[in-house]
């Protein structure tokens, strides 16, 4: 299943490359890909909160507790970011860009220049969830990286 055939819209370039990212969860995880796609747009996410490293939210469903489930990555480091900092130095406009809230794709070209990637790989993602599901990837797990 492609990235497109999960979701028929995507806003923005960033939402292509999360729907990538779900997409390299394989064919055996469609199933579970659609299901958490479907508890996003049903609004089971909740408590959504960006760390640095990772990302956490309450996913509620037929159940009085929710499932709490944090996903992680990989943190960019000071030897990172010294290199980061004069590429974005060098061109102020796309770091003027997050001052609007928005993450422009010049900002993650210049960020990337840099080594430092902004959307993390599949392989670098450690997904955890306090539901019984023995996949890593389980609907809940993906129903928060689908709104993070």
């Known amino acids: 299943m492609s990235a497109s055939g999960i979701f028929t819209t995507v806003r923005h370039w960033w939402g292509e490359q999360v729907l990538a990212i779900l997409d390299e969860a394989g064919p055996s995880a469609a199933r579970q890909v659609q299901r958490g796609q479907a508890l996003a747009r049903r609004g089971a996410v909740e408590d959504l909160t960006l760390l640095p490293g990772a990302v956490r939210g309450r996913v509620s469903e037929d159940r009085v507790s929710p499932y709490q489930v944090e996903i992680g990555w990989p943190e960019v480091g000071e030897a990172g970011w010294a290199r980061a900092i004069p ?55 993906v129903a928060v990286h689908t709104l993070a």
């Open 87 to 141: 590429e974005l130095a060098a061109s102020l406009r796309p770091t003027a860009s997050l001052l609007e809230g928005q993450l422009s794709s010049a900002l993650v070209d210049s960020l990337a220049a840099a080594g430092i990637e902004v959307v993390p790989a599949f392989e670098e993602l450690s997904p955890r969830c306090t539901c019984r599901e023995r996949e890593a990837w389980c609907r809940h797990a």
